[in-house]
């Protein structure tokens, strides 16, 4: 069962930074104009990811805000290629 167990997490180790793979999340990426990815946390409701083009991370980070609402933050996850 231990080996079980540990074979799970060491897999899972390996598995989650190949996920973000599709987004780039430089710093520099924060300056570029296109499409940038939010998760965006609230209270009081659920969670959730969006997506929003923007000429730097700045400007699509207070348009995702404007939509989000007062009870809800974006926070920046990088750009989509």
Do not use: I, R
């Not at 231990?2 to 780039?24: E, G, I, Y």
């Not at 499409?35 to 348009?63: E, I, R, S």
């Not at 609402?69 to 926070?75: L, N």
């Amino acid at each position: 069962m231990n080996k079980t167990v540990s074979a799970l997490a060491v897999a899972a180790m390996f598995a989650l930074p190949n996920a973000a793979v599709a987004l780039n999340s430089s710093f520099d990426a924060m300056s570029q104009s296109g499409n940038h990815k939010f998760y965006v946390w609230c209270t009081g409701k659920d969670d959730y990811t969006a997506t929003q083009a923007g000429d730097n991370a700045k400007a699509a980070q207070a348009a995702v805000a404007s939509k989000a609402g007062s009870k809800c933050w974006p926070v920046w996850q990088g750009m989509e290629n």
